[in-house]
T-cell receptor, first 114, second 113 residues
Framework: NSKVIQTPRYLVKGQGQKAKMRCIPE?????VFWYQQNKNNEFKFLIN????????QIDMTEKRFSAECPSNSPCSLEIQSSEAGDSALYLC????????????FGPGTRLTVL | GDSVTQKQGQVTLSEDDFLFINCTYS??????LLWYVQYLGQGPQLLLK?????NKGISRGFEATYDKGTTSFHLQKASVQESDSAVYFC????????????FGSGTQLTVMP
């Protein structure tokens, strides 16, 4: 069973507001991924980190999101100005980092933008 | 680029029926293929992983195999239970970039008692 912790489980924001969610990866997992799952069950990769460094991120994340994985603190993903289209389940996954290593997911943060 | 196609959007079975879900994939490298199950209100849980080193995986009564010739991989279970009702996703590890997962569109499995 996955030991990835995500908080909060639910988040409700108005348009234009900031929305911040956190993730504690499994112990010993240096690589963390963030995905967005929409109501149609479509997954979108947002960003990933190895230790504190960004490995890759998509254009949307670079422009509208702020993300970090500081040492000895939870990773975080923050939408700077929420839009209705950001309403989704935000999933954090962690892995040992080898290409064949499994990614283990947390329960997600359900964001609703009113 | 990499892609995964999962055509069965919904499957309804009765308890003890046989389950078969198929995905096809496209990639430029040796594939690492996974099956995840997502129960209502939860994140995806890893069910099985299949690579070229082990072209079959077995876990919790589920079996996954892949066919390089047809670039397909499937999930099967001999006898489903009501508790297996969930959404099942196939996924492929991206060949470029930093190993993000590329998911299929999911199969909603409903098992009737």
């Amino acid at each position: 069973n996955s030991k990835v912790i995500q908080t909060p489980r639910y988040l409700v924001k108005g348009q234009g507001q900031k929305a911040k969610m956190r993730c504690i990866p499994e112990k010993g997992h240096p690589v963390v991924f963030w995905y967005q799952q929409n109501k149609n069950n479509e997954f979108k990769f947002l960003i990933n980190f190895q230790n504190q460094e960004v490995l890759q991120q998509i254009d949307m994340t670079e422009k509208r999101f702020s993300a970090e994985c500081p040492s000895n603190s939870p990773c975080s993903l923050e939408i700077q100005s929420s839009e209705a289209g950001d309403s989704a389940l935000y999933l954090c996954a962690s892995t040992l980092g080898d290409r064949n290593a499994e990614q283990f997911f947390g329960p997600g943060t359900r964001l609703t933008v009113l | 680029g990499d892609s995964v196609t999962q055509k069965q959007g919904q499957v309804t079975l009765s308890e003890d029926d046989f389950l078969f879900i198929n995905c096809t994939y496209s990639t430029t490298t040796y594939p690492t293929l996974l099956w995840y199950v997502q129960y209502l209100g939860q994140g995806p849980q890893l069910l099985l992983k299949v690579t070229t080193a082990n072209n079959k995986g077995i876990s919790r009564g589920f079996e996954a195999t892949y066919d390089k010739g047809t670039t397909s991989f499937h999930l099967q279970k001999a006898s489903v239970q009501e508790s297996d009702s969930a959404v099942y996703f196939c996924a492929l590890v991206a060949s470029s970039g930093s190993w993000q997962l590329i998911f299929g569109s999911g199969t909603q499995l409903t098992v009737m008692p």
